[in-house]
């Protein structure tokens, strides 16, 4: 019975361990300015890494954008003033992408979401809900297309744990279960 006890603790922990996790990433949160406009946000031990090749990240408290290199776009969006501006965005991790927030959506305005540079869906909507799996090598793309611009305010991820930390918490558990038979045994045969 108590090796039944000790299977189940086992098995509901390492089931635990493969849940996958829900992640914000607030791109207007003030407290981590620094870090997001170096290209850099960490939440619950996933990094979100974050570029652009037409400019410099620009976070304010209510929007995160880019501003295009030395043509006076100083707005926090991604827009067109100097030219079509693109964010790149990936992860440190595996899973699927959730949803991607943005305000300030016009009706003239769109924008391209491609994952790996092919692809993409044009969007004109403050909510998009792409559903995409990637794993640490894939790169997000968010390019503007037409409109005013857009900021974008976060997006969320549900982060699949590698399955080598999971196979090794389940080596580790089944290594206790065989030790506290093999204890069980001796103690029965002296």
Known sequence: MKAKVCVF?????????????????DLRD???TSSIEAGSYEVDGVI????SPSGVLNQTTSNFGINHAGAGDDTA???GDAGAEVLLFSFDTSG???????????????????????GGLIY?????LPNLSFTASDVFEIEHISGNGVSFDSLSITAIPEPSSTLLLGM????????????HRIRMLS
Do not use: C
């Not at 603790?9 to 990433?25: K, M, P, R, S």
């Not at 300030?104 to 540079?117: A, E, I, P, Q, Y």
């Not at 004109?124 to 998009?128: E, H, L, P």
């Not at 580790?172 to 204890?183: E, F, I, N, P, V």
């Open 9 to 25: 603790i086992v098995g509901a922990a390492l089931w635990t361990n493969v849940q996958a996790a829900g992640i914000l990433f």
């Open 30 to 32: 003030t407290a981590y």
């Open 48 to 51: 979100l890494s974050l570029s």
């Open 77 to 79: 969006q991604i827009d």
């Open 96 to 118: 699927v992408l959730e949803a991607l927030n943005f305000s300030s959506v016009g009706g003239s305005d769109s924008f391209r979401v491609t994952k790996n540079g092919a």
């Open 124 to 128: 004109s909507a403050n909510s998009v």
């Open 172 to 183: 580790g558990g089944l290594a206790l279960l065989s030790r506290r038979k093999r204890t």
